[in-house]
C-alpha cells in the first residue's frame, strides 16, 4: 500500500494555464470573507456604477456573460480592490478591528457595532465614504446606528469617559458636520 | 303508639352549597392582568421583528455589494479553464468539436488532471 502514489489529489488538478495575453490581466481582490463584509458597504458606496453595470451586461448576454462581460468584470475587480487597499491605507487598525470581531462572532454584524462605528468613521473621514443602508424604512433609525440591539449577546458599553449615547448615534457625516464648526 | 314527629321549630338547615374560600385576585383582575402581559409581550415580539427585517436587510444589501466582485473572479476563473481546454483540445485532435447545440457557455462536467505536478 505504501508504495502506492495518490493520484487524484488536490496538487494534480490544478489547471494552472494562465488567460492568453489577449485578455488583460487583472489582480484579483484576495481578501477573504469577513474583510470583504467588513468593506462591502464601502465597495457598494464606491463602485456601484461599475457593479451595477457588470450585471446589467451579465443580464443582457444570458449564457455567454463570462466571455462578453469581463472588461466589465475587470473593472468591477478594480474598483473593489481599490477600496481595499484605501482602506488598508487609512484604517488598518480598525479595519483589522471590525473583521476580526465578525470573524470571532459568526459574521453577525450586529454583534460587532463598536468596531464598526470606529470603522466608519475612520473611512468616512479619510475616504468620504458611508454606510447607507438602501431601502430602509424612513421613519426608523437606521439599523447599524441603533445602541440598543436587541440581538446583541452583550449591550455596547460606553468607552470610560465618553457620554452616555442616547437611542442612536450620529451617521459619520452628521458628526463631521457638528464637529466642524466648532473647530 | 305515638307517630315520629319533627322536632319543634322544624329541622336545621341543610348546608348543600359549596362552602370555599375563594383566593387570589377577582377574575376581572386577572383577565386585565393577562391582557396586560400579552400586550406588552406582542410588543416587544413586534420590536424584535422589525429589527430582524432590518439586520436581514443590511446583510442582503452587504451581499449585493459583493456579488459583483465574486461573480467577475469566478467568471474570469471559467474563462481561463474554458481557453486552456480548447487550446488542450486543439492541439490533440486538431479542431474543436462542438459540442452543445446552443451557443451558451456550459459549465464542464469534466476536469482535467494534469499529468505532472502544476501546483
Known sequence: ???????????????????????????????????LLSASYFIGARCRPYNDDYMQCKTENPGKGEFECLKEGRRVTRCAASVVEDIN?????????????????????????????????????????????????????????????????????RDPGQPPFGKSIDPPSAQAQASAPAS | MPQDMPPTGGYGPVQYKRNLPANGFRPAALVIGMGAIMTYGFYKLAQGTKERNELAREKMWSRIHLIPLLQAEEDRDLVRRHLADQAREKELLGENFKVYNSDRYVRPTFAVTPANVTK
Open chain 1, 1 to 35: 500500500m505504501a508504495a502506492r502514489n495518490s493520484y487524484f489529489n488536490q496538487q494534480v488538478l490544478y489547471d494552472t494555464t494562465p488567460l492568453p495575453g489577449s485578455i488583460p490581466s487583472v489582480k484579483e481582490v484576495g481578501a477573504t470573507s469577513a474583510p
Open chain 1, 89 to 157: 491605507k487609512h484604517c488598518l487598525d480598525e479595519f483589522r478591528k471590525h473583521w476580526q470581531c465578525l470573524d470571532n462572532n459568526n459574521h453577525q454584524l450586529w454583534q460587532c457595532r463598536k468596531p464598526e462605528w470606529k470603522l466608519n468613521k475612520c473611512v468616512y473621514d479619510n475616504l468620504k465614504l458611508e454606510k447607507t443602508i438602501p431601502d430602509s424604512p424612513k421613519d426608523q433609525i437606521p439599523v447599524h446606528l441603533r445602541t440598543r440591539p436587541i440581538y446583541a449577546h452583550y449591550p455596547i458599553l
